[in-house]
């Protein structure tokens, strides 16, 4: 299962820098990351990285509001058309996400892309049943 | 013969005969108070008795009244009448801990009515003006306070309630308002409205007087507005407890503000020590009806800083001036024109787990105007990660504080940890406003 960490985050000078400072001292390596920000001076932080829970148990004894959120990995082509290709999957098995971010696994053959979805289990059965298939927890985190 | 007073017999006699009638009225007031449930067995208990009352000193006799013995007695137990006598009550905001209400009779409706026109009068307003009174009707008493005044004086009344500044402005252009009242941080927005209308006040109205109230304000603020509007500000002074607005105000000289000694008995007090402070120095102000039959109240602690202002006023009333209201003796602080205590914002914040109980409110003037900033942390056990969720979180908690003190906030979302616990009495309250005036 695809885990991210999502971090409440001020938007203020070095807010962002306390989070990753924190993370290196845990020696925790991030893959990708999307932050929402709202209109209200703070935002969403949304990381991956390669060790979720190690990750928020760091964070979580920082102080930090942090959460551990189950999200949606899935394989696409790193290729022009790659994510469409896929997200034409994802629409038609009717599943709408909230917030997404991609990353590379290997230049020109595979990339991730990491769904944020509302309802993660419903989802999750949507997908299956569309013959849509998950990633390895290997490869999303990179190990 | 013109008409100088509005009442001469009332507001241009000596003080002897001032202090006479209020004895006379103190001893109707004690006859009255004791018809009421809480000062019955207050009165009882301390052995007061009505009539007795010769001289006003002897107010300092009398035991103290507080907004919480009226919380505390809410609803009925102040209440001299049977409620069939009663026509009109007032009350404070709030749905967590008991308002504040109080009860008018139509003696004391006529009576506050009556106040409200001496004072307009007193500030030179006369039956020929067009009066534009921008403030809340309803509960809050400087609608229908300045309402029943202002018909009393015999002006043009013009009922226009508050905010839509543009449609403030016609209202003025329409019907030539010539003194409209307003809180004094709302004018300065209403001055920059104009402004993006490209019209100017002073050139482009008929406004002459500028009543202003409910919010503390210095004599600076008081120019700035009198510049931009091109008028002559007064200053005028009122709480909810003694009817509302019409307790205080300002002359055409623009020195202290006249309060009706012949409606309130006023005592200044150092608020440690409750011990009387000389003319001339700061200290809470204490006052008792004179004139209210539904719900007198007997030694009004209202909180706010003032004193006297020695020596006689050149327009010749006898009824002392207070100064401009320079503080509070508890935490209480004004916006919007509207009174709000840190613990109201309190208790909402406790009602709800997805924040930490600690809280800062930065008053500060945004645009133009001026904002309660409520800074909340997140708490951390509560966090999901969704940011709809923290959204919606943050429209709950602005429209909860709404409902509680009137005055809608901008609710800040703060990381945990980053507001300083508090040590002893904390500061919650940080004022950065300049009241909308530059």
Redo the contacts between chains.
């Keep these: 299962m695809a885990y ?7 938007n203020k000078i070095g ?1 962002f820098e306390r989070i990753t400072r924190i993370l290196k001292e845990g020696e925790i390596n991030i893959r990708s990351m999307s932050i ?1 920000d ?1 209109a ?5 932080l ?1 990381l991956l990285v390669n060790n979720p829970k190690k990750a928020y148990k760091v964070l ?1 004894e920082a ?7 189950e999200v949606i990995a899935l394989e696409m082509k790193d290729q022009a058309g790659g994510l469409n290709e896929l997200l034409l999957k994802v629409a038609q098995a009717k599943v709408n996400f ?2 997404a971010n991609g990353r590379i696994i290997e230049a020109t053959k595979s990339a991730i892309l990491i769904l944020d979805v509302p309802n993660i289990d419903e989802s999750k059965k949507k997908l299956i049943d569309n013959g849509i298939q998950f990633i390895d927890d290997n490869t999303i985190y990179g190990n | 013969m013109k008409k100088t007073y509005w009442e001469e017999e009332l507001e241009g006699f000596n003080r002897e005969s001032l202090e006479n009638l209020q004895v006379e009225r103190l001893n109707k007031t004690l006859g009255n108070a004791m018809r009421s449930p809480y000062y019955k067995k207050l009165f009882k208990a301390k052995g007061i008795k009505p009539g007795t009352i010769k001289s006003v000193a002897q107010i300092r006799d009398l035991p103290f009244t507080t907004k919480q013995d009226l919380r505390d007695n809410f609803p009925y137990g102040f209440l001299s009448l049977p409620k069939k006598e009663i026509i009109r009550l007032h009350s404070s905001s709030g749905t967590t801990g008991n308002p504040t209400v109080i009860f008018h009779n139509r003696h004391d409706i006529n009576s506050w009515a009556n106040l409200m026109a001496r004072s307009l009068f007193c500030a030179g307003v006369r039956d020929t003006d067009v009066f534009q009174n921008i403030s809340g009707y309803g509960l809050f008493t400087g609608g229908l306070g300045f309402q029943y005044g202002i018909e009393r004086l015999g002006c043009l009344s013009i009922p226009a309630g508050a905010g839509n500044s543009l449609r403030q402005i016609k209202l003025m252009q329409d019907y030539g308002t010539t003194v409209a009242h307003a809180i004094p941080s709302y004018l300065g927005r209403l001055y920059e409205v104009f402004e993006q209308q490209n019209l100017d006040p002073k050139k482009d109205t008929l406004l002459h007087t500028l009543v202003i109230g409910a919010e503390p304000h210095t004599e600076e603020q008081r120019l700035r507005i009198e510049e931009m509007f091109g008028v002559k500000a007064y200053n005028s002074y009122g709480l909810s407890e003694m009817n509302g607005p019409g307790v205080a105000f300002e002359c055409t000289y623009q020195n202290g503000l006249h309060i009706w000694e012949d409606a309130f008995l006023i005592e200044i007090v150092n608020p440690d020590t409750l011990e009387p402070v000389p003319d001339g120095e700061y200290g809470e102000l204490v006052m008792t009806t004179l004139d209210r039959e539904a719900m007198p109240i007997i030694r009004y602690r209202t909180r706010d800083i003032t004193r006297i202002i020695p020596g006689e006023c050149k327009c010749g009333r006898v009824h002392r001036r207070i100064d401009r209201i320079v503080g509070r003796s508890d935490d209480m602080f004004i916006i919007k024109g509207c009174n709000v205590f840190p613990m109201q914002i309190e208790g909402v914040l406790l009602k709800i787990p997805e924040v930490n109980t600690n809280y800062l409110i930065n008053l500060e003037t945004i645009n133009g105007i001026d904002e309660m900033v409520v800074n909340v942390e ?3 056990e509560w ?6 969720k ?2 919606l979180l ?1 429209k709950q908690i602005t429209a909860k504080i709404r409902d509680e003190v009137l005055a809608k906030p901008i609710v ?7 507001i300083p616990q508090p040590e002893g009495k904390a500061v919650r309250v940080k004022d950065k406003r300049n009241n909308g005036l530059k």
């Design positions: 991210e960490i999502s971090i409440f985050l001020e807010h929402n709202t209200n001076g703070w935002g969403i949304n979580e102080g930090v509001s942090v959460a551990l959120k909230n917030n | 997140v708490n951390k966090f999901t990660g969704d940011l709809r923290l959204d943050a800040k979302l703060v990381e945990p940890g980053t």
